[in-house]
């Protein structure tokens, strides 16, 4: 019976050691992501995928001079795959929200719109 314990324990053990290599690793993969507003987002590659995937979202390898009115573009860095997404901020806001890279949609429209001076100049 001791024996049946001390394996659990060591399997226990070992799963532990396994979660913290690859929550180590995720967060060693992470990237820095500029948004339009200037603010920079530290994403994993499996964010960016998740994100390329939620509805109004899309990706390009290169950029696109011609959008639709309102359309912002995110560049994602070489270390995340390169390209860029696309879309209204609405649909990026809750593309990033998604996966917990930002707090709020509604909130959060603002960091895809970039920042413009009150100055004239």
């Known amino acids: 019976m001791k024996e049946n314990g001390l394996e659990l324990e060591i399997l226990l053990l070992v799963l532990a050691g396994l979660m913290a290599v ?9 990237a820095p992501v500029k948004l339009p ?6 994403l994993s590659q499996e964010q960016v995928d998740n994100i390329k995937n939620q509805p109004g979202v899309f990706y390009g390898a290169e950029r696109a ?5 309102g359309d ?8 995340l795959g390169g390209g860029y997404l696309y879309g209204r901020p609405e649909h ?3 593309g990033f929200s998604s996966v917990g890279a ?3 949609t509604t909130t959060a429209e603002h ?11």
């Open 111 to 121: 960091l895809f719109v970039k920042k413009r001076s009150c100055l004239w100049f």
């Open 102 to 104: 930002i707090q709020s």
């Open 22 to 30: 690859l929550a180590i690793t995720s967060y060693a993969r992470a």
């Open 92 to 94: 990026l806001a809750k």
């Open 72 to 79: 912002v573009v995110v560049s994602l860095p070489d270390g």
């Open 37 to 42: 507003s200037g603010i920079v987002l530290d």
């Open 65 to 69: 001079d011609m959008l639709s009115p």
